[in-house]
């Protein structure tokens, strides 16, 4: 390698492959786009639209932007397996830019029935359910072999990028523009992101025909492992089994933040969008905070994620017990850490326990695992949010996240042969927070 390769390859990966800068680009704007619309959509709903049922308006639309992520997961697999890469992002990239225009001309024109919204919300989510995973397994096809860690890093930190802008960006623009002009915005971005995609040329496959055998991915002939039932894998390893159970009742009551912190706002603060903004670009900010500084903790990865539930429940009651704007958003703050840091310990834990002909099932169905809950969370505390005060619901969540806490810290102690201390250097690779 020359002088001046070894420059080269120094440069962040985004600078020096532009066909990965190119897709991970549209990966941003989508996930922007669609965290601005799911943020705005909410405050629209509590602030302008729902009146005194805002709370269950507001969770049963964030029911609905969850639900195809998990509805859709095999049908998702399927597709990506049997259709080039290039192909499933641009169509649904474009699909969701165009289903976005069409909703923000009806919304121009004249108010559109409520159900548009929950249906427009809906097939959005369903895009991005199939956009994200469909990049995931792309990855391979846009980088060399030595560049997968990188590439990888830069894909698990775009959630928290895309939470960063988009839910700073949704509430401003719903009191400047309305509904109209977030969806509008939404738009602009998912059509950028599949011009991006035309724009992009991907390696042909070396040879192997695209078929769900060949695993959808443009390399290699080999023949897949033969895959495993989930319970199979669960059964033999016991102690994920159980981090998994304590991380999936957690998630009940910390998602519930993205219900509660709307309420708080109007109800409690008697503020506006832009302070709405403000809370989500702390927990955004923090999110990806913690990403980078994760693996850097030390002790076993039970202990710290114990101690960060523990630490994530004092911030999510903190402005049960202080009202006010600044304990809000240190409380955001904190918490975004948290989950920041609890995503890079476990992922690079489950990695290595996990064996890896069964990596790609178990990660598929931990994320739909832990994204079943969302749904669950957002309906109930949006319901409890019509008859109970958001300060307390601050502190229901904190004392539901309690009990997980001490739950995962037991679960290391009867297993700590299971969970080894980690290597540094093997922590440090995944960047992004599971949710």
């Known amino acids: 390698m020359t002088a001046a390769q070894a420059a080269a390859h120094r440069l962040p990966l985004v600078l020096r492959n532009r066909r990965f800068a190119a897709v991970w680009g549209a990966q941003v704007l989508t996930q922007a786009a669609g965290r601005m619309f799911q943020v705005g959509a909410v405050w629209w709903l509590v602030g302008y639209a729902a009146g005194p049922d805002g709370g269950l308006a507001s969770g049963a639309f964030l029911a609905v932007s969850t639900l195809p992520a998990v509805a859709l997961a095999p049908l998702v697999a399927s597709l990506i397996a049997r259709h080039p890469h290039r192909t499933v992002l641009g169509l649904s990239a474009a699909v969701a830019g165009l289903i976005a225009l069409g909703t923000a001309?009806?919304?121009?024109?004249?108010?559109?029935?409520?159900?548009?919204?929950?249906?427009?919300?809906?097939?959005?989510?369903?895009?991005?359910?199939?956009?994200?995973?469909?990049?995931?397994?792309?990855?391979?096809?846009?980088?060399?072999?030595?560049?997968?860690?990188?590439?990888?890093?830069?894909?698990?930190?775009?959630?928290?990028?895309?939470g960063l802008a988009g839910g700073l960006l949704g509430p401003l623009v719903v009191d400047a523009?309305?509904?109209?002009?977030?969806?509008?915005?939404?738009?602009?971005?998912?059509?950028?992101?599949?011009?991006?995609?035309?724009?992009?040329?991907?390696?042909?496959?070396?040879?192997?025909?695209?078929?769900?055998?060949?695993?959808?991915?443009?390399?290699?002939?080999?023949?897949?492992?033969?895959?495993?039932?989930?319970?199979?894998?669960?059964?033999?390893?016991?102690?994920?089994?159980?981090?998994?159970?304590?991380?999936t009742a957690a998630n009940v009551f910390t998602t519930a933040v993205f219900v509660v912190m709307p309420l708080y706002t109007r109800t409690v603060l008697h503020a506006d969008g832009s302070t709405v903004a403000a809370l989500e670009a702390a927990l955004g900010a923090g999110t990806l905070v913690g990403s980078f500084t994760g693996g850097r903790l030390p002790g076993a990865p039970t202990v710290v994620g114990a101690g960060c539930l523990g630490l994530m429940a004092a911030a999510l009651g903190l402005p049960g017990l202080a009202a006010g704007a600044a304990p809000a958003v240190g409380s955001m703050a904190v918490a975004g850490w948290c989950v920041g840091v609890i995503g890079v310990r476990f992922v690079a834990l489950f990695q290595r326990l996990v064996p890896t002909e069964d990596r790609p099932g178990f990660f598929a169905v931990m994320q739909a695992l832990l994204g079943a809950t969302f749904p669950v969370s957002s309906v109930v505390f949006g319901l409890l949010g019509d008859h109970l005060s958001p300060r307390t619901l601050c502190l229901v969540q904190a004392l539901g996240v309690l009990p997980v806490a001490a739950a995962l810290w037991w679960t290391g102690r009867r297993a700590p042969a299971a969970a080894p201390p980690e290597d540094p250097a093997t922590a440090a690779r995944p960047s992004g927070a599971a949710r």
């Open 177 to 247: 523009a309305g509904l109209a002009g977030i969806v509008a915005g939404c738009a602009g971005g998912y059509l950028l992101a599949a011009a991006l995609i035309a724009a992009t040329p991907f390696p042909a496959a070396p040879g192997t025909p695209r078929t769900p055998s060949a695993g959808g991915g443009g390399g290699g002939g080999e023949a897949p492992a033969a895959r495993r039932p989930l319970r199979r894998i669960l059964a033999e390893l016991p102690f994920v089994r159980r981090v998994l159970l304590c991380f």
């Open 105 to 162: 001309g009806w919304t121009y024109a004249a108010t559109p029935p409520m159900a548009v919204t929950y249906g427009a919300a809906l097939v959005l989510a369903g895009c991005q359910a199939v956009f994200d995973p469909c990049l995931t397994t792309s990855v391979p096809d846009l980088v060399e072999d030595a560049d997968i860690e990188a590439a990888t890093g830069f894909e698990l930190a775009t959630q928290s990028l895309a």
